[in-house]
């Protein structure tokens, strides 16, 4: 009977018993083609709405306040970062930094994060924060939150005497800055000429709305918690001293 087969089969080869050799790709056996099967929808984060819980968070949500500079002359505090995203709500925020600090205690080694976030609306407005927290995540958040707070309205103009001309593409006149062991100085320049400074400094700036200006720094400029508030010295002394 073997002898039969094997003679009706082409070339007298005897066919392979079972299935066959396995093919891949196709999805499991007896089910469709994983082409065919329907995506699951991306889901997206939901937005989380703002309930003011103070007094000057009320007076925004109910629009009796419209500008930040109403907020800065009257001398309030502000206390919610709700409040900066109503009144600037096309602030941008970059991680500027982030870095991992190292603790010895009794329970053996203990690690967190420590990021430094940069929030501004490239027009005027530039704030930085910082986080610390066990989860990078968290840290990031609460530096976000605490840049928010520390919004800080920047008086943009040109001070540069080559330039003359009554566009907002730089500083009105030379400040100078200073945090921990880093001493920066930013001096107005001509229209066209670009930021001359490092790359996260260069960042910072253009955050902040500048668009051509000379730079100077001193100190220890990798150091970015020194750094930026060096920047952040400088830029405010636009605002008080103009």
Known sequence: MSQTKQANSPQGQSRPRGRGPPQYGGGPPGGSKGGDRPRRPRREPEEEVWVPKTILGKKVASGEITSLEEIIESGLRIQESGIIKKLLPDLKSEVVDVGIIQKMTSNGQSTRF????????????????????????????????QAFLNINPIKLGCGSWECRCDQKHSIPFKVRGKGGSVTIEIIP??????????????????????????????????????????????????????
């Open 114 to 145: 420590k990021a430094i976030v940069a929030a501004g609306n490239e027009n005027g407005y530039l704030g930085i924060g910082q986080g610390k927290s066990k989860q990078m995540r968290i840290a990031i958040e609460k530096a976000t939150s």
């Open 189 to 242: 320049a001509p229209r066209g000429l670009g930021l001359v400074a490092g790359g996260k400094i260069k960042r910072l700036l253009e955050l902040a709305g500048l668009k051509d200006a000379w730079t100077t720094a001193k100190g220890s400029t990798p150091t970015m918690n020194s750094t930026s508030k060096a920047i952040l010295d400088c830029l405010r002394q636009t605002f008080s001293q103009g």
